[in-house]
């Protein structure tokens, strides 16, 4: 069966709002002559933009620059701060948008207005005191997410459960720019993003972890990932294709996890149909046809192994890199974990079954005459759905 892949948009659009100041009523364009900004000076000015964000001011000064209101340098702006918000994290409250205070004589750009969004102002002004709030929420949830994360771990080890983690946790949306869907608020509080959500999230994830990453876009595809750097060498990873959705109503599929856009090269990931991205970073070509791609549930870590399922059974590994040993000969489509060491796992899409890890004890808990395509424990109670004539219903069972 071929997964859906999500109906994807970024929104990293920047709008130009242009505040002239005019000295004599009519604007007049005159040429200048005078040195125009380097790049060293667009780098100061962009760590510059991004310390003042930190501070919660609204305007940067911009004068030393010597910046011209023309079509280039306004591009080079939009860029930088396109940059800004795909790169720095703990800036959720951006407001995606920049105005710029011109000198009507000369044309020079004096000041760029930082906007904030609507969900962090108070009465038309910034509101500092929940921003700091929600900045500890999302610190609190990287230390929780990274709670999966053991230091005897490779950093493929790491970035694989951490992976896996996300894509459980967050459900798609795409729910518009004033919202927290294309943050990384969305996706670690709310669990919910877009693929710019689960990119950042992920980067944040992965730097407590140690492991460096960068966010990767296309214009394209309208749509974002990261590339992220294992033993010196990039590699690209794709949380939103990695989480299935249904084609009818662009639900999750709960207790799937795909690992097809995991570790790839530049190649590889071309060849699953992504575009309008250049890198030339990601040439290593080891991980790309991986046993993993071939696994559509999480890799559970467990007793100091992992355990996972594939249509030809469930097995446990020492390590990503070791030998497989199966556990259980079955055709596995989902595999859960309610609680420490205890699993249920759907079998050849007609029955439920709970696996016991330690005591490696397997128990049928129901059978459906119509194909179960998902599993989710909460509440102590287990949720699947099944597929009636093309149909879903949702079910549930006592844990």
Not at 133 to 138: F, T
């Amino acid at each position: 069966m071929k997964y859906n892949q999500k109906n994807r948009r970024i929104h990293i659009g920047i709008w130009l709002f242009c505040a002239l100041f005019s000295m004599v009523g009519i604007l007049l364009f005159c040429g200048h002559t005078e040195k125009k900004a380097s790049a060293a000076d667009y780098d100061k000015l962009k760590q510059q933009i991004i310390t003042a964000y930190q501070k919660y001011e609204t305007s940067v000064n911009v004068k030393a620059y010597k910046l011209y209101n023309d079509t280039a340098t306004g591009s080079k702006i939009s860029s930088m701060f396109e940059e800004i918000m795909n790169e720095t994290p703990y800036l959720f409250y951006n407001g995606r948008s920049f105005s710029k205070a011109i000198e009507a004589d000369s044309n020079q750009i004096l000041t760029i207005g930082l906007e904030y969004s609507n969900l962090y102002k108070k009465n038309g002004k910034v509101d500092v005191s929940k921003i700091e709030k929600v900045k500890k929420k999302i610190h609190a949830a990287i230390l929780s997410g990274n709670r999966y994360v053991k230091k005897n771990m490779t950093d493929v080890e790491k970035a694989m459960v951490l992976h896996d983690y996300l894509i459980r946790k967050v459900n798609y949306s795409n729910d518009g720019v004033e919202t927290e869907c294309l943050t990384e608020a969305g996706a670690l509080l709310k669990n919910k993003a877009n693929c710019q959500g689960y990119a950042l999230a992920y980067k944040m994830l992965l730097k407590k972890a140690g492991i460096e990453s960068i966010c990767l876009s296309s214009e394209d595809m309208d749509h974002m990932w990261n590339l992220v750097r294992i033993n010196g060498k990039w590699y690209h990873v794709d949380l939103v294709w990695d989480d299935p959705v249904y084609p009818s109503d662009q639900s999750d599929r709960e207790g799937v996890v795909l690992h097809q856009h995991f570790l790839l090269s530049d190649r590889a990931i071309k060849k699953t149909g992504h575009t309008g991205f250049v890198t030339g970073k990601a040439t290593d070509k080891r991980y790309d046809k991986k046993y993993w791609r071939k696994c559509a549930t999480t890799f559970w870590y467990q007793n100091n192994a992992f355990l996972y399922g594939t249509s030809q059974g469930i097995y446990t590994r020492k390590t990503l890199g070791s030998k497989p040993k199966q556990i259980k000969k079955a055709n596995v489509s989902c595999l859960i974990r309610s609680k420490a060491d205890t699993y249920y796992f759907i079998k050849d899409k007609k029955s439920i079954w709970l696996y016991q890890g330690k005591k490696n004890q397997y128990k049928k808990i129901l059978t459906s005459k119509y194909p179960i395509e998902q599993l989710k424990y909460s509440g102590n109670r287990l949720k699947y759905k099944i597929n009636k004539n093309d149909n879903l219903y949702i079910k549930y069972k006592r844990g």
